[in-house]
C-alpha cells in the first residue's frame, strides 16, 4: 500500500490515478512495440479485470489521453491507441514512476541489483502460484488451524 500511495502522489500532478497509470504504461509500451492491443489484450498483458481496462479507458478516452476504435477484424472488440497527449503524459508518468521504483528498491541495492531481482521472483512466484478458495469450518476455529 506504500508503494501504491507514494506512485499515487507522483502522478496526480499529472492528473492520473494509479489504476489508469496501469492501463497507460503498458499501453505505452505495447504502442512501441508496434502493437495496438485491443481492450481485452491489454487486460490480459496487464492483469487487469477486462471490466475494469473497460472502465478506465472510457475515462482516459474522456480525459483525451487515449482514443477507442473498433476492430476491422472483429466487431466486437474495441481496439486501444494513445493520443498524442497521451503518449506525452503516459512517457512523463513512467519516468517519475521509474525514478520512485529506484529510490524505493535503494535498500536493495537499486531497481536492477540481484536482491531486487530475488525479490521480484519471488513476489512474481507467489502472484502466478494458484490459489484455493476455502472457508474456515468449525473444527478450523476449535484447533487454532486457520487457512
Do not use: C
Request: proline fraction near 7%; avoid cysteine; aromatic fraction near 2%.
Amino acid at each position: 500500500m506504500r508503494w501504491r500511495t507514494a506512485i499515487d502522489r507522483a502522478i496526480t500532478p499529472l492528473g492520473l490515478t494509479h489504476a489508469q497509470y496501469a492501463v497507460l504504461a503498458p499501453l505505452l509500451g505495447m504502442e512501441r512495440a508496434g502493437r495496438r492491443p485491443s481492450q481485452r489484450q491489454l487486460a490480459d498483458f496487464s492483469g487487469l479485470e477486462p471490466l475494469y481496462v473497460s472502465k478506465l479507458a472510457r475515462a482516459l478516452e474522456r480525459s483525451g489521453l487515449i482514443e477507442r476504435t473498433g476492430n476491422p477484424d472483429d466487431t466486437r472488440a474495441v481496439q486501444l491507441a494513445l493520443t498524442d497527449r497521451g503518449r506525452e503524459v503516459a512517457g512523463r508518468a513512467v519516468a517519475l514512476v521509474i525514478g520512485l521504483q529506484e529510490e524505493l528498491t535503494a535498500p536493495l541495492g537499486g531497481l536492477h541489483s540481484p536482491r531486487t531481482r530475488a525479490l521480484l521472483e519471488s513476489l512474481h512466484a507467489l502472484l502466478d502460484a494458484p490459489t484455493t478458495t476455502r472457508r474456515p469450518t468449525p473444527s478450523d476455529t476449535e484447533t487454532g488451524e486457520l487457512p
